[in-house]
């Protein structure tokens, strides 16, 4: 048998090693610079109060600069009028970047909400003072103008390309510094911490005056708008996001034309579809966005959708989480007819809904401390529950047609969050209308496995997850 020395073999290197530098940002950052501008506001303030109680005006511009608490002292300064001319103040201070050549900026809607002036400094120190066109408290997006000409416009890109472990760079004021440049990566694509707006994550440092400046890709195009850090000490932590500028593309287009946003609505209150849930109702993943109630008068309601339904897609389009419905009727015109599928007692079904368009959150109605006492029934013992028959004035209320109104809830209902006075309005997909029904549906459910309840609480629905008693 041959034997092969050791030190005869040849090294092998290996094929698919590959030499990897860190990116070099010099080139975007000459590109996209120009592009970038600082945004303060001010407000306008009494003399007598921007005066700090007679304390000097360097040491009071030193106290707003760090943000150390005026302190009380004793007027020195001679007695003034009560009416005191008004000043204007700084109030705050942001970033953007310039959208056309023309003077059109988009920012956040924060850095210029409540502001009595917003002042626009360009990179080469010329300064302006803009009109808001509009913002959207929402989606946290606002377009100012400023009267000049031949801007260096950014490029936008296209947030679909974007990867989770991409480079990004952003540019911005954090603290008043202007001119800022900081990189990372992409750490999330759709990160959810909205109503309306899926957020780029990033792990780019983002700090307080970064707000409003751009995202960009290695292509130096915006693909963000950097919104939000996550903080415990106002300072950057590793983790910040931005508004997608798609998303945020959309809403400047309507703030420049009519200056506020146009969304749609349907009016219902929703939340997650469980894991637990989903199986025990037939759905067979957690998928969908459960009806906890829907408001009265609203599109849903004239559409047919009923408390405890899940909605499992509109306009053809699946919801896979809760947070997707929303998203998709707000961006869907007011006035324009859509299809939506729900699930409800274990089938689908298709219903038509007009678009309203979103308006302020409605209060929800309680439902009356008045109820009469009629017998209850014994027969969810095996739950834990003790039922009886709703009135009609609770029916009127509630707006069901029927169900049976929870007199005491033990054991296993108690465990699973039920409560006396909830109203159930289904057992295993099973529609109960009155104890009888209640009784035959509890006499046929399967006591070897968990049962779910569809219930009410006031104007609410929610679900419940019941184990019998053995």
Not at 290 to 304: I, L, Y
Not at 456 to 465: F, I, T, V
Request: glycine share 10%; proline share 5%.
């Amino acid at each position: 048998m041959a034997v092969i020395s050791v030190g005869m073999l040849a090294p092998i290197a290996p094929t698919w090693a590959q030499t990897r530098t860190l990116p070099d940002f010099t080139d975007l950052v000459e590109q996209v610079g120009p592009s970038v501008v600082n945004i303060r506001t001010l407000e306008k303030v009494s003399s007598q109060a921007a005066a700090g109680n007679g304390i000097d005006e360097d040491m009071l511009e030193f106290f707003k600069r760090f943000g150390v608490p005026v302190p009380n002292v004793p007027r020195q300064t001679p007695r003034q009028p009560k009416q005191q001319p008004e000043e204007e103040t700084p109030r705050g201070v942001g970033s953007g970047f310039i959208l056309s050549s023309d003077g059109l900026i988009m920012t956040n809607a924060h850095v210029v909400e409540g502001a009595d002036e917003v002042l626009v400094t360009l990179t080469d120190k010329r300064e302006f003072k803009a009109k808001i066109m509009g913002y959207d408290k929402r989606s946290d997006v606002a377009v100012v103008k400023i009267d000049a000409t031949g801007l260096p416009a950014v490029k936008v890109g296209d947030v679909g390309r974007l990867k989770v472990g991409e480079w990004v760079m952003a540019i911005g004021s954090p603290f008043g510094l202007e001119n800022t440049v900081t990189a990372g990566i992409v750490s999330a694509k759709q990160r959810d911490t909205g109503d309306y707006l899926s957020f780029i994550q990033t792990d780019v440092a983002i700090n307080p005056g970064n707000s409003g400046g751009p995202l960009i890709n290695m292509r130096g195009e915006v693909v963000g708008i950097n919104s939000q850090i996550y903080s415990r000490s106002g300072g950057f932590m590793g983790i910040s996001f931005a508004i997608p500028i798609d998303e945020a593309t959309r809403v400047s287009e309507q703030l420049r034309v009519s200056g506020r946003v146009s969304r749609g609505r349907i009016g219902v209150q929703i939340e997650s579809v469980s894991k637990e849930v989903a199986e025990s109702v037939g759905l067979g993943k957690a998928q969908g966005a459960f009806v906890r109630g829907v408001e009265t008068g609203s599109p849903a309601e004239k559409a047919g959708v009923e408390a405890g339904d899940i909605i499992t897609k509109f306009d053809g389009k699946a919801i896979e989480k809760s947070s997707d419905l929303p998203r998709l009727v707000g961006n869907t015109k007011p006035g324009s007819k859509s299809s939506l599928t729900v699930f409800r007692r274990g089938a689908p079904k298709d219903l038509n809904v007009l678009i309203a368009e979103i308006e302020d959150d409605k209060p929800v109605k309680k439902a009356s401390s008045k109820e009469d006492k009629p017998k209850a029934s014994s027969a969810g013992q095996l739950l834990g529950l003790a039922v009886s028959e709703l009135s009609d004035a609770q029916k009127k209320e509630l707006k069901i047609k029927g169900g049976v109104k929870v007199d005491s809830a033990i054991e296993g209902a108690a465990r699973a969050g039920v409560k006396e006075g909830d109203v159930i309005v289904a057992i295993a997909n099973t529609e109960v209308n009155n104890v009888k029904e209640f009784e035959a549906a509890v006499a046929k459910m399967d006591k070897s496995k968990p049962v779910n309840l569809l219930f009410r609480r006031g104007e609410w629905a929610q679900y419940a997850l019941i184990r019998p008693a053995k």
